[in-house]
């Protein structure tokens, strides 16, 4: 049996076994919203909206039609996604573009998502980061706008057990060294500058 808090504003809509919708969310008529999810405080679901099972939405959270969102995501608090390219004040797209969260994927604190994009399957969206275009399965993206930083290997299908795969930092460990160097050499130039007014 699902909890709805008397305090939440919940229209006629399809919400799963074991879901827990908490105080003063509000989910517009027509959702869909499946098994054992955790709807925390102060959250907005439109109508044309479908979530999985066991997807937890933190507080301050706003899903706007046409966001399409898999089994077990998590998404953070505060994280805005949007479905309007060109949003003007009352005027409306035929079709909203939604954003599209595939399975196991998880969305850092205030993480912005601009409409249409695809969240691959297990990814990780770093708190803050603003997710300009599709991040494919299992990729760490972090910044704004974000870029990929590593991937997580899922193992046996086990969301449990994975490892983080690096695939940039050897690059920022060679910048910390060149700057080092660089740094190393002016010395040494200033050093023969001085030897040389001598």
Known sequence: MSF????ADVAECSIGEGTKVWQFV?????????RDCNICAQTLIEGDVIVGDRVTVKSGVQ???GTRIEDDVFIGPNVTLTNDPYPRSKAYPEKFSGVTIERNASIGANATLLPGITIGKSSMIGAGAVVTKNVPAGAVVAGNPAKILRYVETYSGDTKAQRMTNTSHDTTRHDTTRHDTTRHDTTRHDTTRHDTTD
């Open 63 to 65: 899903l706007w039609d």
């Open 26 to 34: 509000v989910i517009l008529k027509g959702a869909k919203i499946g």
């Open 4 to 7: 709805i808090h008397p305090l």
